[in-house]
């Protein structure tokens, strides 16, 4: 089993950043990969972003290319998403997930955090 702890969310303006962090309990093989999604009210859960442990290779959804940047740090265990340039759309529970394989469809990952939701004001 691997744990995932999310947090770094808020209520931040428009226009604004954040760092969301995912802590994981441990890296095997069975977590080769940490996904970010996010859903929002009344909508389904959709994919962020995605990076592998090993090579650090990425992956986003083009809602996100350029305002958010995904990065690891395999000492801690620990992944970030750090989002700039916030829209009120971007308001949603943030989870993060981990798996064997790096992908955006959420049925690729096996362990999934708690959530931290981020709201973005207008």
């Known amino acids: 089993q691997v744990q995932l702890v999310e947090s770094g969310g808020g209520l931040v303006q428009a226009g604004g950043s954040l760092r969301l962090s995912c802590e994981a309990s441990?890296?095997?093989?069975?977590?080769?990969?940490v996904g970010w999604f996010r859903q929002a009210a009344g909508k389904e859960r959709e994919f962020v972003a995605s990076i592998t442990w090993s090579f650090g290779n990425t992956n986003y959804a083009d809602s996100v290319k350029g305002r958010f940047t995904i990065s690891r740090n395999n000492a801690k265990n620990t992944v970030y998403l750090q989002m700039n340039s916030l829209k009120p759309e971007d308001t949603a529970i943030y989870y993060c997930?981990?798996?064997?394989?790096?992908?955006?469809?959420?049925?690729?990952?096996?362990?999934w955090g708690q959530g931290t939701q981020v709201t973005v004001s207008s």
């Open positions: 997930a981990s798996g064997a394989y790096s992908g955006s469809a959420s049925n690729q990952y096996d362990y």
């Open positions: 441990r890296r095997t093989v069975t977590n080769y990969a």
